[in-house]
């Protein structure tokens, strides 16, 4: 733990997502307003990074740039300084509609470097798309944040880092617990943090747990000196029995496992400068 200590972790806050529904859990926040207000209150528990998704009126995914739009505004009002990063994820939209919204250059947005199995479906991430994506964020000063399903996404993601087609500091974020893709394994966490230290080792990492896995993951990655996701996309309970009341308290609850390791819980300012991102 003494290597650890004293180093500030970033908390992302994952909103809202393209699946959970009120009816799956009435906190989760779909409106702009209600995702504003959600933010604001996630920010105030320890995030530093909203992950950003939008939805139509009737909760189905959307990528809509003009409600991005608004939720960017949104949240450069009630959360300054806040980093914005926006999902590029396919479960919002095909092809290049995927990017449509890159043009508002959010400090950061997701991106799928490969493909893989997805509980009912082939999340299909094919090289011509990720290229242009990639371009896309290059193009509007827009750092990734790599989310790597498997770990040919962490080679490949390091692979287009040192060609020099990613924009910014190299971030990567271990997702696992995605029925049919990579489940929470200790020995494989492991080795992605040996694999990211010793072949990117000026990189940054984190790491996401899904549904029941969030907790999990979340203090694999602070005892392991990373950065991690919590929040209503990934994750709706507190515990087998309880569904969580807002993405705040799944928030506080990766900070007190930060408190648990000795580190504090990175400022918006502090995680600019971990991920190497201007003030806007």
Known sequence: MSDIAGKPCILCCAIT?????????????ITVTEQIESSHAAVEAGASIIHAHVRNDDQSPSSDPDKFAALKEGLERHCPGVIVQFSTGGRSGAG??????LHLRPDMASLSVGSNNFPARVYENPPDLVAWLATEMQAHNITPEVEAFDLSHILQAITLH????LQGQ???QFVMGIKNAMPVDKEVFDFYVHTMQTRAPHAKWCAAGIGAAQLTLNEWAIA???HTRAGLEDNIRLDKH???PSNAAL??????LCAKYDRPVATPAQART???????
């Open 17 to 29: 997502g393209s699946l959970p529904r009120k009816s799956d859990n009435p906190a989760v926040p």
């Open 274 to 280: 971990i991920l190497g991102l201007q003030s806007r």
């Open 251 to 256: 928030i506080a609850r990766a900070a007190d």
């Open 170 to 172: 190299l971030y990567v």
């Open 96 to 101: 290049r509609e995927r990017g449509g919204m």
């Open 242 to 244: 309880t569904l969580a």
């Open 162 to 165: 040192g060609a020099g087609k």
């Open 224 to 226: 392991a000196g990373g």
